[in-house]
């Protein structure tokens, strides 16, 4: 079945080269490491990333104990992204 991409519905990290008025524009972020629902894109830089008119959205996601995560993919329709001991963490991370 395909699935379709969770969408980022806000993101609170107003540093990052992809955020712009708290939404984030680049299509594909990857969330996760091995013991955190971090977002692995989040890039601190001088050139603005992304683009105004894309929506973020979850291209894959590492955090396999979320409920939401299924065959290493996000099965939530939206995501909020925000600060979580000073990285960007998906928090709508549930766990299992
Ligand atoms: S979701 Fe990640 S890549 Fe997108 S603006 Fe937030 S921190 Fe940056
Ligand atoms: S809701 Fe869960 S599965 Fe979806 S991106 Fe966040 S941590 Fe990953």
């Known amino acids: 079945m395909a699935m379709t991409m969770s969408r980022i519905s806000s993101c ?10 708290k939404k984030c524009h680049t299509p594909a972020i990857t969330v996760g490491d091995m013991s955190c629902a971090i977002c692995d894109t989040f890039v601190k830089s001088s050139q603005k990333g992304g683009e105004a008119a894309t ?5 894959a996601c590492k955090a396999d104990n979320c409920r939401f995560n299924k ?3 996000c099965t939530a329709s939206n995501i909020l ?14 766990a299992r």
């Open 12 to 21: 609170e990290m107003t540093d990052c080269s992809y955020n712009s008025d």
């Open 55 to 59: 929506i973020g959205g979850v291209g």
């Open 81 to 94: 992204v925000g600060m979580h001991s000073n990285h960007a963490d998906c928090k709508t991370f549930a």
């Open 71 to 73: 065959s290493l993919e």
